[in-house]
């Protein structure tokens, strides 16, 4: 059932900051942190979609990370995990609501599940160098949304350490 446009505590932040970029005004106060996700919301407002193509856009990006988390479940633990994780990610009633929110968390989430996938991705063989740059580029686009996604990069160095030929015995941690 669809009940519109919600806003949250940092609702404020993100609308305030896209009608600073939108006006050519650089961003105040926390609102770098989250430059990624004010500029797609002013990007939203740009096209004219405004905050409900924003909310479609991330309803949208949540399916793309369904299926992000399906493949690394299946890759990592076969068909029963990415039936199961499909299936908890798409019914998360928890991650499921922040998506009709004029908030990062939704987006974030998404990006987060999406990078997750990218990183496991970069480690198939032959090695490429356009994996691990595509999967970079999903990691900085999820920092860039929200701050706690800075977080990821390191996580994914020492991933690809331990998946790395010649790593240590403790490559199925």
Known sequence: MWSGVKAGGDTGIYLEGAARLL??????ERQPSYAGYIAVV???QAIGAGL???????VAAAMVAAVAVCRLALALGGRLAGSLSVLWFAFDINTN??????LSDSLFM????????LVHVATARPALWTRYAL???AMVV??????????VIPAAVLYWVVRADGATGWKTA
Request: hydrophobic share 55%.
């Open 23 to 28: 006006n050519g005004q650089p961003l105040t």
């Open 42 to 44: 002013a990007a939203f």
């Open 52 to 58: 409900t193509g924003l909310v479609i856009a991330q």
């Open 97 to 102: 609501r922040w998506h009709a929110y004029v």
């Open 110 to 117: 998404s990006c987060l599940a999406v990078s997750a996938w």
């Open 135 to 137: 999967a970079s580029v």
């Open 142 to 151: 999820a920092g860039l949304v929200r701050p706690e996604g800075w977080f």
